[in-house]
């Protein structure tokens, strides 16, 4: 079982800098982990995923560039530095996880374990 808590969210002007931080307990540190996002009225989307041991990452084409994703296992805790951020970014971000490898790491579907999310409002 694992337990996954967003933190770090809020509001920041367009070109600013957040960076959301998920927590996560039991055995996260072994797991596939990602984060996807929902903005109002939309389907939940990948964002960036990372592999158990950090050394691959993946991006959606609208965030590549401007996000990194890292993980900390030492921690048990995973991040998303967002920088260049615009109004289009604002949505929940949510962080998932699978253990082992999912077959689609950009379907919501193929993760086993998720947060609550965090909200992210971009202003202009």
């Known amino acids: 079982q694992v337990e996954l808590v967003e933190s770090g969210g809020g509001l920041v002007q367009a070109g600013g800098s957040l960076r959301l931080s998920c927590a996560a307990s039991?055995?996260?540190?072994?797991?596939?982990m990602g984060w996807f996002r929902q903005a109002p009225g939309k389907e939940r989307e990948f964002a960036a995923a990372?592999?158990?041991?950090?050394?691959?990452?993946y991006y959606a084409d609208s965030v590549k560039g401007r996000f990194t994703i890292s993980r900390d296992n030492a921690k048990n805790t995973m991040y998303l530095q967002m920088n260049s951020l615009k109004p289009e970014d604002t949505a929940v971000y949510y962080c998932?996880?699978?253990?082992?490898?999912?077959?689609?790491?950009?379907?919501?579907?193929?993760?086993?374990?998720w947060g609550q999310g965090t909200q992210v409002t971009v202003s202009f």
């Open positions: 039991g055995r996260a540190s072994s797991s596939f």
């Open positions: 998932a996880a699978h253990p082992g490898l999912p077959s689609d790491y950009t379907s919501k579907s193929r993760y086993r374990y």
């Open positions: 990372i592999t158990w041991n950090g050394v691959l990452t």
